[in-house]
């Protein structure tokens, strides 16, 4: 960067004694050039700092990144893939735990929602169970039970066509 700077003020002063010789160069002139050129080395000085400072700052990044390999090296993919697999089985495990919990609260809610309707409860003998799966509407799971939907609803006390994700329902024979 300095040798362009003073090739740069190396030109401008041959441009000078130049000019100087061709005629009197202007003082005004002279003294925008000089600024010019003070401008143009404060520029190079500024550049320079800023290439010592990127410069630093690569080679603390190099020096992290070899850090982080080195205290990082040790973990191989096959334990990473055990781990992976870990955590799948126990997420498992909670879904079935969750379905487990929905399935118990279900049948309480049917049965405190059968005592406080005054009805009896349902026979459960020869019928099957449905759990109401995201987009599923009683017409198609009756469709697909081969029963009416009025009979879904009889036999599961229901009043309108809501029912929620995750529901149990009992399918009449």
């Known amino acids: 960067m300095k040798q362009l700077l003073l090739a740069s003020g190396v030109a401008l002063s041959c441009a000078l004694a ?12 002279l003294g925008i050039l000089d600024e010019k050129v003070s401008r143009l080395n404060a520029q190079i000085e500024d550049l320079q700092f800023r290439q010592q400072q990127t410069q630093k700052d690569l080679e603390r990044v190099q020096t992290d990144l070899q850090e982080l390999r080195r205290t ?16 799948a ?5 909670r879904q079935k735990d969750k379905q487990a919990i929905i399935d118990q609260l279900a049948k309480e ?7 406080k309707s005054g009805k009896t409860e349902l026979p459960t003998t020869g019928t099957k169970e449905h759990i109401v799966q995201k987009g599923e509407t009683l017409t198609t799971i009756a469709k697909a039970a081969g029963v009416t939907v009025a009979d879904l609803k009889k036999v ?6 809501d029912m929620k994700v995750g529901q149990k329902l009992v399918i009449p024979r």
Do not use: F, M, Y
Not at 156 to 161: C, H, M, R, S, V
């Open 109 to 115: 809610l049917a049965s405190i929602g059968s005592s």
């Open 72 to 87: 990082a090296g040790g973990v191989a993919s096959s334990d990473l893939k055990a781990l992976e697999d870990r955590i």
């Open 156 to 161: 599961n006390n229901l009043t309108g066509d």
């Open 18 to 29: 130049t000019s100087a010789t061709a005629q009197q160069p202007d003082p005004h002139q």
């Open 89 to 93: 089985t126990v997420d498992a495990a």
